[in-house]
């Protein structure tokens, strides 16, 4: 499973993901991400867009190893937290 530490930044830069076009409260921020506990309100039932895992199944294993797949959503969620400036011990790990 991704490594995600739950930092709960992706859920408040949704602007450019047209699959949660219907989610953004407008400024970017998801309609069902609870600020206090930095969690999905919908966990359960969250967009496959939401699940890197499963993304990684339904699509991306044709473009990539898991492992490299891993590394570049690490990336990202890395870059998202330093712009957010979140503390680095929420930063993701992956050997590559
Ligand atoms: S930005 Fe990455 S580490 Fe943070 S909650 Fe999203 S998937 Fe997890
Ligand atoms: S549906 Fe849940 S996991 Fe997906 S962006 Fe919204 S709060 Fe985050």
């Known amino acids: ?3 995600c530490t739950q930092c709960g930044v992706c859920c408040q830069n949704i602007k450019n993901i ?6 953004d409260l407008g400024n970017g921020i998801c309609k069902y991400f609870d600020f206090t506990n930095k ?5 359960d ?6 699940r890197i895992d499963k ?5 991306y294993y044709q ?3 898991k492992k490299e797949f891993y590394i570049e959503n ?3 969620c890395n870059k998202l937290q330093e712009m957010a400036n979140i503390d680095y011990s929420y930063r993701i790990k992956i050997e590559e």
């Open 39 to 43: 969690t999905c309100e919908i966990y």
């Open 18 to 23: 047209p699959e949660l076009s219907e989610f």
């Open 63 to 65: 473009y990539f190893s």
């Open 55 to 59: 993304m990684f199944e339904l699509e």
């Open 74 to 76: 690490a990336k990202a």
């Open 45 to 50: 039932n969250r967009p496959n867009i939401c």
């Open 1 to 3: 499973m991704f490594p």
